[in-house]
């Protein structure tokens, strides 16, 4: 099954990708709330969402932020619980064993680990405002929140519940991936064409790799208001052999070879890609594009497109799969 999660269509839709890629069910929170994040519990049976009413926000300064926290049937995505969650939630990540999922908070110092097993909601304070991607260790021990804000990004103790490590940057932290070792964090920027290699004990950046320019070598740029959005999205395969980080306002994916970062090819995508996710077994990135609203399925071993799926909803950004 392939979830794609539509940020303005205000949906989740399931689409089974044993039969045609067919769409078997679509939720929606309802209302004013758009959702955010999606990922998978342990056992698959079990779809974790967050909305929140962001949208609304900017288009009204007073509007009360109103945000909750989804469990819902992966199979047909029919709600079976949900919990409030304070201020503007933003992206999330789980704990390696679904226990735990850490929702970001933009307008609040917080950073919101809810247990999916007692819905017990613990807030983790935070230095900065901001909070937009979220990393989890693969050991659980750690969580990670970059800021958009404060362009900063920050270390958890995931025991203690308490941050640990601040690292600040140049610009506002996008989204980023952690080395499975917890060793290493490749960080992308706003108006960053590329990401910086952080080593993690050291708590430092200590290299910068550069995504490859467009045809003729035109630099893609950024968006030009806030958030200056350039490059969105990344992942570390699995199996640790490819690291694959995606140009959205440059519309392809690049693909480096892992641990060297070795550019090994560029994927033209559709409009403005923003988000991916990896099979398990590593042989499929799933690349949604925000603007031609597609969803790009590629292969890994050949590094070539394996299909298109077109129209899967209104702005897909996160997108998740249970193989």
């Not at 969580?143 to 103790?157: H, K, N, P």
């Not at 080593?199 to 030009?224: C, F, N, R, S």
């Amino acid at each position: 099954m392939i979830y794609q999660q539509n940020t303005i269509g205000g949906d989740v839709v399931a689409f089974d990708d044993q039969d045609d890629d067919k769409e078997v069910a679509r939720w929606s929170p309802g209302g004013h709330l758009k959702p955010d994040s999606i990922v998978l519990s342990a056992d698959h049976q079990t779809l974790y969402a967050n909305a929140s009413n962001r949208f609304e926000l900017w288009a009204d300064p007073v509007a009360e932020p109103d945000s909750h926290f989804y469990a819902l049937n992966a199979q047909t995505l029919e709600q079976e619980w949900s919990v409030p969650l304070l201020g503007q939630v933003e992206h999330f990540a789980a704990s390696p064993d679904r226990k735990y999922v850490y929702n970001a908070h933009y307008d609040k110092k917080l950073l919101s680990k809810v247990n999916t097993e007692t819905k017990e909601v613990t807030n983790i304070i935070l230095p900065d405002y901001g909070g937009h991607k979220v990393r989890v260790s693969c050991d659980g021990s750690r969580a990670y929140v970059g800021s958009i804000v404060w362009a900063s990004l920050v270390e958890v103790d995931t025991e203690t519940n308490k941050c640990t490590r601040q690292l600040t940057f140049d610009d506002n932290v996008r989204p980023f991936a952690i080395s499975k070792d917890n060793k290493y964090a490749y960080v992308q920027l706003n108006r960053m064409h590329g990401f910086h290699v952080v080593d993690i004990e050291a708590w430092k950046v200590i290299d910068t790799i550069d995504m490859p320019g467009l045809e003729g070598g035109t630099y893609p740029g950024h968006e030009q208001r806030y958030p200056f959005t350039c490059d969105h999205g990344m992942e570390i395969t699995p199996d640790e052999t490819l690291l694959i980080a995606l140009a959205t306002t440059g519309h392809f994916a690049a693909v480096f070879s892992y641990p060297d970062l070795t550019l090994k090819k560029v994927i033209p995508t559709g409009e403005q890609p923003s988000y991916l996710t990896i099979s398990k077994d590593s042989e499929k990135a799933y690349i949604s594009c925000r603007v031609s609203r597609t969803l790009q399925i590629v292969n890994l071993k050949t590094l070539e497109n394996d299909r298109i799926l077109e129209e899967v909803g209104i702005f897909p950004q996160r997108v998740c799969v249970d193989h």
